[in-house]
């Protein structure tokens, strides 16, 4: 139990399709982040949120569209995926979003697209 | 941009062997993170080294961050099959001001055999 909760643990979608990944941390953190993880390749940060506010955008595609509701909750919507981005979406929480902080992660997201 | 590259990408040990990574920043580095991954799981933070020449240890693992501060490495003395997963040295350019924006390794996946 890591404190960061992602569903779903899987999904399969096509390239019309949007859906929505979700992540939940009961840390009492304020800041939460979104990387991606592709076969042979390092951790990709593609979102940073501090208390809501997005601080961060990896240069991600707009077919990529975070949602931070509150300090708790991080949503990242999809629509029109390309087969590219096939690969585990990781969410992270961390204290605050200033240096020195571990993070903290969710099992994440294995997303395939058809 | 930065770029942390990680050395060897892959390591098959003998169990009881040691095991050493190692993490080279094009950037110096404020500081410098170690996470754990095991085969299907998600990264879960080590340890973080911050002062020049520092080394910590933890139980086998030995962390050791550069004079220069742009490398780091991590030495497992007498590896067990529970070493086995992929290693990752994080790192953040302390010329990119605050935040705690991390920029991943490449990663080394260790496998210890019986």
């Known amino acids: 139990e890591t404190g960061v909760t992602q569903t779903p643990r899987h999904l399969v979608m096509g390239m019309t399709n949007k859906k929505s990944l979700k992540c939940e941390q009961h840390l009492g953190h304020n800041a939460m982040y979104w990387y991606k993880q592709s076969a042979k390749k390092p951790l990709e940060l593609m979102f940073v949120y501090s208390l809501e506010e997005r601080v961060e955008n990896n240069s991600v595609p707009s077919r990529f569209s975070p949602e931070c509701p509150n300090s708790s909750h991080l949503f990242l919507h999809l629509h029109t995926l390309q087969p590219e981005d096939s690969a585990l979406y990781l969410c992270?929480?961390?204290?605050?979003?200033?240096?020195?902080?571990?993070?903290?992660f969710g099992d994440g997201t294995r997303l395939s697209i058809l | 941009g930065q770029q942390v590259m990680q050395i060897p990408q892959y390591q098959h040990v003998q169990e009881g062997e040691d095991f050493t990574t190692y993490c080279n920043s094009s950037t110096t580095l404020s500081n410098i993170q170690w996470y754990k991954q095991r085969p299907g799981g998600h990264p879960v933070f080590l340890i973080q080294l911050v002062k020049s020449g520092e080394v910590k240890k933890q139980k086998r693992l030995t962390f050791q961050f550069g004079e220069a501060k742009k490398n780091s490495s991590l030495h497992i003395t007498a590896t067990q099959t529970t070493d086995v997963g992929t290693y990752f040295c994080?790192?953040?350019?302390?010329?990119?001001?605050?935040?705690?924006?991390?920029?991943f390794g490449t990663g080394t996946q260790l496998k210890v055999e019986l």
């Open positions: 994080a790192g953040r350019n302390w010329l990119t001001g605050g935040g705690n924006k991390l920029t």
């Open positions: 992270a929480s961390s204290r605050t979003q200033g240096e020195n902080q571990p993070q903290h």
